[in-house]
């Protein structure tokens, strides 16, 4: 059993030094660094396997199998196609490793759901502590506070909106891609067309990238910034506080365990509370309609998750929408239909537990 043992940790220790070939969306990249191997292959990393990126609407209204494993290492092999450095790749292959279940649900569960600093931002350091993974980091001499997933740290991970940044053109791409807005091809097409110049990214295909826009006011409008998303959320907080209150759900499951086991947990569950806020998740377009402001329970204002890429046309580098009137047109309209909010009326006699909304 201990010959056993040395073989296989052999073979762990040989894999992360010599490399190996990575699967990520756009294909294998070839990864040597043997800090890279070691933080894929950690516990911590390999969880986002089970964490959807669309945390509650995976259950509700989108079920595509598009994971926080597979953005990561997306994230991570764009910042390397255009040259980044390492500390800046890590920082991408990290930036969501500390997302609790249900993404960002951990903001609702934490009143952060209107902060400018999302929750798993503001617990990203401990995380990376926590789970080991910064002495992984110290390990191969690098500092953990070199890698945080901030604007000042890796501008080409982070950016303000309306400009792209790695993190956003991931999720876009991939999400547009099981949306059908493109093709295969055309993900990869743009993958390799992207590149970071002078603290830009600039894409030379403005067809593919107004497909990429597109999606993003559909998912806007009907994902992320819908109400249904806004309720549904805020409803599977409530369930999940009250998990933790009576010992169902324990603390670190909800920062280190799975979608899966938590959401199974909350609708096998007896307590009465828990039961009736998750069939107001399951089914929570049956729990409200949009209404004249007057007649409504209360104004729901959402994020606006559009972005305006930067477009190389004719040798100068423009905004996408500047030549293209009907997607400025679009966008526009989307970005001011968030900014009014939504009106609704609750349909349910448990208005009296919804008043965190």
């Given at each position: 059993m201990k010959f056993r043992f040395l073989i296989i940790s052999f073979f762990i220790f040989s894999t992360h030094l010599l490399g190996r070939?990575?699967?990520?969306?756009?294909?294998v990249v070839e990864v040597e660094e043997p800090v890279l191997l070691e933080l894929i292959d950690s516990d911590a990393f390999q969880r986002l396997k089970k964490i959807h990126q669309y945390g509650v609407a995976y259950y509700t209204t989108h079920r595509e199998e598009f994971t926080r494993y597979s953005h990561s290492l997306g994230v991570f092999y764009i910042l390397r196609n255009s040259d980044r450095s390492l500390e800046e790749q890590i920082a991408g292959l990290l930036h969501d490793v500390s997302h609790t279940v249900f993404s960002h649900v951990g903001d609702?569960?934490?009143?952060?759901?209107?902060?400018?600093?999302?929750?798993?931002?503001?617990?990203?350091?401990?995380?990376l502590e926590k789970t080991g993974l910064s002495d992984i980091l110290r390990k191969h001499k690098?500092?953990?506070?070199?890698?945080?997933p901030l604007e000042n740290l890796a501008p080409a991970l982070e950016q303000k909106r309306p400009n792209p940044s790695a993190d956003r053109l991931d999720y876009s791409i991939q999400g547009a891609y099981h949306q059908n807005f493109i093709t295969k091809k055309e993900a990869v097409e743009l993958f390799k067309d992207c590149k970071f110049i002078q603290d830009k990214w600039i894409s030379s295909k403005p067809e593919i990238m107004t497909k990429i826009v597109l999606f993003t006011l559909f998912?806007?409008?009907n994902c992320f910034a819908s109400p249904t998303n806004h309720l549904s959320s805020r409803w599977l907080a409530d369930a999940i506080i009250k998990g933790i209150e009576i010992g169902l759900i324990t603390n670190d499951e909800f920062h280190f365990g799975t979608d899966e086991v938590v959401w199974n947990k909350l609708t096998s569950s007896k307590e009465e509370f828990i039961q009736k806020?998750?069939?107001?998740?399951?089914?929570?377009?049956n729990f409200y309609i949009l209404v004249d402001p007057k007649e409504s329970d209360t104004i729901l204002v959402t994020k606006f998750w559009g972005?305006?890429?930067?477009?190389?046309?004719?040798g100068k580098v423009v905004r996408l929408t500047s030549i293209n009137k009907k997607l400025e047109n679009d966008y526009y309209a989307v970005k001011e239909r968030m900014s009014k909010g939504f009106a609704i009326k609750l349909l349910t006699q448990e208005k009296a537990l919804t008043n965190s909304l």
């Amino acid at each position: 059993m201990k010959f056993r043992f040395l073989i296989i940790s052999f073979f762990i220790f040989s894999t992360h030094l010599l490399g190996r070939p990575i699967e990520t969306f756009y294909g294998v990249v070839e990864v040597e660094e043997p800090v890279l191997l070691e933080l894929i292959d950690s516990d911590a990393f390999q969880r986002l396997k089970k964490i959807h990126q669309y945390g509650v609407a995976y259950y509700t209204t989108h079920r595509e199998e598009f994971t926080r494993y597979s953005h990561s290492l997306g994230v991570f092999y764009i910042l390397r196609n255009s040259d980044r450095s390492l500390e800046e790749q890590i920082a991408g292959l990290l930036h969501d490793v500390s997302h609790t279940v249900f993404s960002h649900v951990g903001d609702w569960v934490f009143h952060k759901e209107h902060s400018d600093i999302d929750y798993q931002n503001s617990i990203h350091e401990q995380f990376l502590e926590k789970t080991g993974l910064s002495d992984i980091l110290r390990k191969h001499k690098i500092n953990p506070k070199h890698v945080l997933p901030l604007e000042n740290l890796a501008p080409a991970l982070e950016q303000k909106r309306p400009n792209p940044s790695a993190d956003r053109l991931d999720y876009s791409i991939q999400g547009a891609y099981h949306q059908n807005f493109i093709t295969k091809k055309e993900a990869v097409e743009l993958f390799k067309d992207c590149k970071f110049i002078q603290d830009k990214w600039i894409s030379s295909k403005p067809e593919i990238m107004t497909k990429i826009v597109l999606f993003t006011l559909f998912m806007t409008e009907n994902c992320f910034a819908s109400p249904t998303n806004h309720l549904s959320s805020r409803w599977l907080a409530d369930a999940i506080i009250k998990g933790i209150e009576i010992g169902l759900i324990t603390n670190d499951e909800f920062h280190f365990g799975t979608d899966e086991v938590v959401w199974n947990k909350l609708t096998s569950s007896k307590e009465e509370f828990i039961q009736k806020r998750m069939q107001m998740v399951i089914d929570t377009e049956n729990f409200y309609i949009l209404v004249d402001p007057k007649e409504s329970d209360t104004i729901l204002v959402t994020k606006f998750w559009g972005f305006d890429p930067w477009i190389l046309e004719k040798g100068k580098v423009v905004r996408l929408t500047s030549i293209n009137k009907k997607l400025e047109n679009d966008y526009y309209a989307v970005k001011e239909r968030m900014s009014k909010g939504f009106a609704i009326k609750l349909l349910t006699q448990e208005k009296a537990l919804t008043n965190s909304l």
